[in-house]
């Protein structure tokens, strides 16, 4: 059974910085490209940034180019998102998800960004 657990997230000023983690079991978490979204109320999810398996692709919607990195530790099931120079505008609950086959969505995490 997959499951992906998200943490990391708070109540951060304009201009702080966050790491989210995101522990993945049940499948091969080596051969999977993993991502984060985000999503706010109201709204849909949208991709943040991507990773490929082993690390060699990866993509970032443009409004975070330059101050999220996404990474991934295999020997771990983990990935990260280190978000810096944080906007209230990245307000938002963050999930980690397991790209297709078998996709699968973690609960999400808040972060927050306000004075």
């Known amino acids: 059974q997959v499951q992906l657990v998200e943490s990391g997230g708070g109540l951060v000023p304009p201009g702080g910085s966050l790491r989210l983690s995101c522990v993945a079991s049940?499948?091969?978490?080596?051969?999977?490209?993993m991502s984060w979204y985000r999503q706010t109320p109201g709204k849909g999810r949208d991709l943040v940034a991507y990773i490929s398996s082993v690390g060699e692709i990866i993509k970032y919607v443009d409004s975070v180019k330059g101050r999220f990195t996404i990474s991934r530790d295999n020997a771990k099931n983990t990935i990260y998102l280190q978000m810096n120079s944080l906007k209230p505008e990245d307000t938002a609950v963050y999930y980690c998800?397991?790209?297709?086959?078998?996709?699968?969505w973690g609960q999400g995490t808040q972060v927050t960004v306000a004075s």
């Open positions: 998800y397991k790209n297709a086959p078998s996709a699968s």
């Open positions: 049940g499948f091969a978490f080596s051969l999977y490209g």
